[in-house]
């Protein structure tokens, strides 16, 4: 199984190195692209720096010309990584709030038939460190709780981005996050995915709060993403796919718990 880890970063270069070499050393071994939008601060340096050491393809640098946002980030990394020919893409922040320890968890479910992972904090052995402020825990589980209800889902944690997919899932659900940003795209990939018929599991970790520099969420973009789960629901896709068989949760637990 081919990996690919996807890492959006903006103004990241004091994390970017740190989390390279967190996870270069996941086993299985896995590839790592940076999609930069063109960050002041030299992060697109720090990643050519760090690439230089390493064999041709274990770390690559994608540049964009304008800061467009997480979700054109993720959409330009998924869709290279594509092309790259990988079997398995996987997406985390750069900022370390994603324990990279996780990452082996979320490839043995995929393994094991899954079509995705979801990295999940709001199920048991999941959670967020206590550094995380109270409307910052409000916005990320409400919002999480106002989508299920909407899209009609069962997963716990539809706002995070912590997520492992196999190849044929992201195929099947093009175009990517077009027309959605921030918390909203999250939500929009999970729900595509599981209108199309991909088997779903979720896996329990716990957010940490980012090591270095400032947090890029903002209300703005939770406020917006309530207006787009509308969105998403309108223009929910209906044709059958080979992703697999209905969506479940991890093993002995509840999907709608």
Not at 93 to 118: F, I, K, Q
Not at 141 to 156: D, E, F, K
Request: aromatic share 8%.
């Amino acid at each position: 199984m081919r990996v690919l880890v996807v890492l959006p970063t903006y103004e990241e270069a004091e994390n970017v190195g740190l989390m390279i070499d967190r996870l270069l050393k996941v086993d299985p071994p896995l590839d790592v692209l940076v999609v930069d939008d063109s960050s002041p601060d030299g992060t697109g340096q720090a990643v050519l720096e760090v690439a230089s050491t390493l064999p041709t393809g274990r770390v690559r640098l994608l540049t964009r010309h304008a800061k467009e946002g997480l979700a054109a980030a993720y959409r330009d990394g998924f869709n290279r990584g594509l092309e790259l020919g990988y079997d398995t893409v996987v997406q985390l922040d750069a900022d370390g709030s994603h324990p990279v320890e996780t990452v082996t968890t979320l490839l043995d479910a995929l393994e094991d038939g899954a079509d995705l992972a979801l990295g999940t904090r709001y199920m048991p052995g999941g959670g967020v460190t206590s550094e995380w402020a109270w409307y910052r825990k409000a916005i990320s589980r409400g919002g999480s709780v106002y989508a299920r209800l909407i899209l009609g889902l069962p997963y716990r944690d539809l706002t995070g981005g912590f997520k492992a997919w196999k190849a044929p899932t992201l195929e099947a659900i093009k175009p990517i996050g077009g027309d959605v940003s921030g918390y909203a795209f999250q939500i929009q990939t999970t729900f595509r995915a599981h209108r199309l018929g991909a088997r779903i599991v979720e896996v329990p970790f716990v957010f940490q709060e980012r090591e270095r520099g400032k947090s890029k969420m903002s209300p703005r973009i939770a406020i917006e993403a309530v207006g787009a789960v509308w969105r998403i629901r309108r223009h929910a896709p209906t044709r059958p796919t080979s992703c697999g068989p209905a969506h479940e949760a991890t093993p002995g637990s509840s999907a709608s718990s």
